[in-house]
């Protein structure tokens, strides 16, 4: 299955992954907002056994059948207490 990966303008390290590429009609208005401009990083093919950077392609695949896209956000580089 394609998939099309776009960078957030906004939020630094933050990816949305849908399966059409310019198709945003399933991302929350306030999510889209949240983000602003979203840029073309990269298209790829996605399959189930697939390992990206910080998830799986099922994992990602799941969520593009559950709520027809996928958010990647940065990781944590702090521990609280």
Do not use: N
């Amino acid at each position: 299955m394609q998939c099309f990966v776009y960078r957030s303008t906004r939020r630094p390290d933050t990816y949305l992954f849908v399966p059409d590429a310019d198709d945003f009609e399933d991302v929350p208005a306030a999510l889209r907002e949240h983000l602003g401009r979203l840029e073309l990083a990269m298209e790829l093919e996605l399959t189930p056994e697939r390992q990206l950077a910080r998830t799986d392609g099922r994992t990602v695949m799941d969520h593009f059948e559950r709520d027809g896209f996928y958010i990647q956000l940065p990781e944590q580089w702090w521990t609280p207490g």
